[in-house]
């Protein structure tokens, strides 16, 4: 009976190894126990981001081709990095917005389709009150030039309704933090009151 169970069970195999079958978010329990986890919180622009993995191997080549190369069936695996973390309580997920002309080379928004996820998860809303524009040329500009540079890329969509007071930006990787930071501020003005930010990976900056 046993035997015959196991038959009827369709394999599925580690998005990884490709030989063991998968447990944990489209991994094998080995695979995912390797992964370069940190599971702790970096300080970046004097803000405590929550991250999941170290940007390395094989982390590092797995959001690569999730975000440049359309292999989208890694969003469950990058997902449930930030799942295993312990997330705040928060009433909304707001995903680190990318410029249209962005979305439109790519054809997606990364850190939505995560955050989608997630927010599942959660079981709370995704939230998109502010737009990002293309960034200027950083070339030949100061550490603060270029600090304001970023911070002008977003704005705040008009005639926005809805309000949270708690909140989770979420993004893919963090160097410097300079984009979460501006998020953040943005984030303010709208009234937020705690925003936490939990990332996948973390890169030197």
Partial sequence: MLIFKHLLTPFYPCQLCGVDSQQQHSLCGDCWQQLPW???HVQRQE???QVACHYDYPIDRIIQKFKYEQQLHFQ???AGSLIALRLPKVQ???PMPISHERLAQRGYNQALVIGKIV???LNIPIW???SRHDLHAQKGLSRLERMQNIQSQFQIKPQLKLRYRRVLII???VTTGSSINALSLQLEQLGCQKIYAACIASAEH
Avoid: F, M, S, T
Wanted: proline share 5%; net charge neutral.
């Fill in 38 to 40: 940190l599971k702790n």
């Fill in 47 to 49: 803000r405590q981001i």
């Fill in 76 to 78: 469950d695996l990058l």
């Fill in 92 to 94: 909304a997920i707001v």
């Fill in 119 to 121: 927010a599942r998860h």
């Fill in 128 to 130: 998109q009150p502010v």
């Fill in 171 to 173: 993004d893919d990787v």
